[in-house]
């Protein structure tokens, strides 16, 4: 599905996981780790996939229970999330990837004389090194990392924050990502909302997504931007 944005873009938000890189590797390496470690079994990184979306604890949380909607015990959440962190600290950007047209997009979008910013639910302290890592850096004049604020995306505060930072108001900017999470928080504060079919959307299809135009690559979905200038 592409279409015309309904605005003349000031800037542009985008998803880090599942939109600019596949971190699925790391994330499940990090997960089996943890469960090795405290006596469980080890999980598919198929399943690890549908459980990445709502920041490190409910990764943590799902990955203890088995299931995306499952509960585990409060003590043993507490005991794993240092042992997560820990793991994951080892691996983080060993196993990731750039996703194909994800330069290709980022170079078009700052020909174009557009702020960026980076706006993902994963905590700081691997965010900044794996952006580094990757190369992406330089591309994003703000970063919104999950611990940035109190709330997370879905809620819109990260994009309203990444706002000010970029000195556009919400209606100015357009979100790019890949799951609920990006189109719900978009909603919120009031901007379109362009997803990427590849990512990870926590298991569930992304086209049925309330979203602006749905895209194979970045690059597409910085064509769109582009053009509506």
Excluded: W
């Amino acid at each position: 599905m592409t279409a015309a944005l309904p605005l003349r873009a000031k800037a542009v938000l985008i998803d880090l996981d599942g939109t600019l890189l596949d971190t699925i590797p790391d994330l499940a390496a990090a997960t089996n780790m943890m469960l090795t470690e405290l006596g469980r079994a080890a999980l598919e990184t198929s399943v690890i996939r549908t459980f990445v979306g709502k920041g490190i604890r409910n990764l943590v949380e799902r990955a203890l229970a088995g299931r995306i909607d499952g509960k585990a015990d409060a003590e043993l959440v507490a005991r794993a999330l240092p042992v997560f962190e820990r793991c994951y600290s080892e691996v983080n950007g060993r196993y990731t990837t750039i996703y194909p047209g994800v330069k290709e997009g980022l170079e078009r979008l700052r020909s174009h004389g557009l702020p960026l910013a980076c706006v993902t639910n994963k905590s700081t302290r691997y965010t900044l090194p794996l952006l580094e890592m990757v190369g992406l850096a330089s591309y994003f004049k703000a970063v919104v990392a999950g611990d940035t604020l109190p709330l997370k995306k879905p809620d819109p505060a990260p994009l309203l924050h990444a706002c000010e930072a970029l000195g556009v108001a919400p209606r100015e900017m357009v979100m790019i990502g890949d799951s609920v999470n990006d189109a719900q928080a978009a909603r919120a504060a009031g901007c379109p909302v362009i997803c990427v079919t590849y990512g990870y959307n926590e298991g569930m299809d992304v086209r049925a997504l309330e979203t602006d135009a749905l895209v194979d690559t970045l690059d597409e979905a910085a064509r769109l931007v582009c053009n509506a200038r």
